[in-house]
C-alpha cells in the first residue's frame, strides 16, 4: 500500500478509559512477547475498534506533526532499538538464539538447561524476556553461595547481546537502515535551518548501543556531538555538550554564526564504542578493537535504574530530564517500547509541563503484549499523542515508514 493511503489512530490516555491491560489480551496470546497469530490480531483489533477512535490520514499526521516543529520549539527525539532492525536484531531475538545454541559442550548445556528450566517454571511464557532472565540471573548471583554458572550465563548472553548490536546482520540489512537513518535526520535536519538560535540545536536521545545514529550523521557530514572531546584520546565530558561549533569564515559580521544543523547525540545506555579507563570513559573509533570487558553498557535488566545513577549515565539522565523540560519542547519517539522505568519516569514528570509535548509512534497490537507501553498510555497526560497505522497498515510506526511524514510541508505542497 502507498504510504500516502496509510491511514492511522491517534491515541490519548483518556481514550482508555477503565479498561484494564488483562481486557486487551487475548487467552491465547502471551504477555510480554510477541507471539500473536492472526486470528489473535483479528481480535485485538476489534477491541482497539471499540475504544471508538477516529482514523487519521497521513495528511493529518503531518499537520499534527509539523505543529510541534515550528522556530520556537525544542526538538527532541528518542529512538530505540526497533529503529535500527532488521540490521540489529531485538533483544529478544537474540536470547532465543542463546536458549537454542549448538555446539556446547555436554556439560555445560546440561547446566544451561537447568538454568533455564528454573527461569521458566518461575516466569512461564517469557522465553523472550531477555530483561526478566538477566535480572533473575542477577538475584541468583547475588543470594546463591555458588554463583558461578550463573554468573558466567550472564556474561555469556551479554557478549552475544553486544556483538549482536556491532555487525549487521547482512550488508543489504544494514545499508537499508543507515539510508532510513540519514534520510530521517535530513529531514529533520530542514526543519531547523530558518529557526533562531535558540531552537536550531536537535538533540537525539537513543537507548541503543549501535552506531547507526553517528553513521549516518557522519555520512551526511553533519556537525554533531556524543560527550566526547576530539582528538587521539577522546574523552567523555558533560560539558561538550554545553559547547558550539560556529563559522569563523562569517568572522566579520557583528554576530558569530553557528553552523547548522547541529545535532546532541545522548546514549543513554552506552555504546559497544566506549571504554573504560581509569576513571574515564573513552571513546574508541573501532568498537572492534574493544576488550570484551571494557565495553560500558547497562544490561538490559531492571537494575537499569541503579546502574544508571553512575557517570556518565547520571550526567546523560541529567541532560535528558533538563531538555525534555526546557520550555516549549517536543519529543518524537520512535522504536522503543517504554520498558525502561528511569526514562518513564523522567518522560511522565516533563508531562506535567503543559508546553511540553510526546508524539510516540507505536503498534496497537502491542497493547496486549506489552504492558509497560499500556501503563505508560494509561499515566500520560493529555498533551501525549500515541499514533499507529491501523490494522491493515499495522507496520506504520516502523522507521522507514514514519520518515515521509518528517518531509517539509512545502514540498508536500508542492507535489
Request: charged share 30%; with cysteine; hydrophobic share 35%.
Amino acid at each position: 500500500m502507498n504510504q500516502e493511503n496509510y491511514k492511522y489512530y491517534i491515541i490519548k490516555a483518556n481514550d482508555l478509559g477503565n479498561i484494564e491491560f488483562t481486557d486487551l489480551v487475548e487467552k491465547e496470546s502471551q504477555p510480554e512477547t510477541d507471539k500473536i497469530e492472526k486470528s489473535q490480531k483479528k481480535a485485538i483489533w476489534k477491541k482497539v475498534e471499540k475504544l471508538g477512535l477516529q482514523e487519521s490520514t497521513a495528511d493529518d499526521i503531518k499537520k499534527k506533526i509539523f505543529s510541534f516543529l515550528d522556530e520556537d520549539v525544542n526538538i527532541n527525539i528518542m529512538l530505540g532499538s526497533g529503529c535500527s532492525t532488521p540490521a540489529i536484531k531485538l533483544m529478544g531475538q537474540t536470547f532465543l538464539e542463546y536458549r537454542n545454541e549448538k555446539g556446547r559442550k555436554k556439560t555445560r548445556q546440561n547446566e544451561i538447561d537447568n538454568i533455564l528450566k528454573d527461569f521458566d517454571q518461575k516466569y512461564k511464557d517469557n522465553e523472550k524476556n531477555i530483561e526478566l532472565f538477566i535480572s533473575w540471573l542477577g538475584h541468583k548471583i547475588a543470594s546463591e553461595k555458588n554463583p558461578g554458572k550463573y554468573q558466567k550465563t550472564r556474561n555469556e548472553l551479554l557478549k552475544k547481546l553486544i556483538d549482536s548490536t556491532k555487525k549487521p546482520k547482512s550488508e543489504d540489512d544494514g545499508g537499508s537502515v543507515l539510508k532510513t537513518y540519514r534520510e530521517f535526520f535530513r529531514k529533520i535536519a530542514e526543519t531547523r535551518l530558518d529557526v533562531s538560535d535558540n531552537n536550531d540545536i536537535i538533540n537525539v536521545f537513543t537507548t541503543n548501543y549501535d552506531l547507526f545514529i553517528e553513521r549516518s550523521l557522519d555520512a551526511e557530514n553533519y556537525q554533531y556531538t556524543n560527550g566526547f572531546t576530539s582528538g587521539i584520546e577522546q574523552k567523555f565530558s558533560i560539558r561538550e555538550f554545553h559547547l558550539r561549533k560556529v563559522d569563523v569564515d562569517e568572522r566579520y559580521r557583528d554576530k558569530w554564526s553557528p553552523i547548522r544543523p547541529y545535532f546532541r547525540v545522548f546514549k543513554l545506555h552506552g555504546s559497544v564504542n566506549w571504554e573504560k579507563a581509569a576513571d574515564e570513559i573513552i571513546q574508541i573509533n573501532s568498537y572492534e578493537e574493544i576488550p570484551e570487558d571494557k565495553e560500558i553498557v547497562i544490561a538490559p535488566s531492571d537494575s537499569k535504574y541503579a546502574d544508571s545513577q553512575g557517570t556518565p549515565y547520571s550526567d546523560l539522565f541529567r541532560e535528558f530530564g533538563n531538555l525534555i523540560n526546557k520550555r516549549n519542547s517536543v519529543l518524537f519517539i520512535d522504536g522503543y517500547g517504554f520498558p525502561d522505568e528511569h526514562i518513564n519516569h523522567l518522560l511522565l514528570q516533563a508531562l506535567k509541563n503543559n508546553d511540553f509535548a510526546l508524539v510516540a509512534f507505536i503498534n496497537f497490537e502491542e497493547l496486549s503484549t506489552n504492558k509497560n507501553l499500556f501503563n505508560f498510555i494509561k499515566k500520560a497526560s493529555s498533551n501525549a499523542y500515541f499514533i499507529s497505522g491501523t490494522e491493515a497498515n499495522a507496520n506504520a510506526h516502523y522507521f522507514e515508514n514514519i520518515v515521509t511524514l518528517f518531509e517539509p510541508m512545502e514540498e508536500n505542497n508542492n507535489e
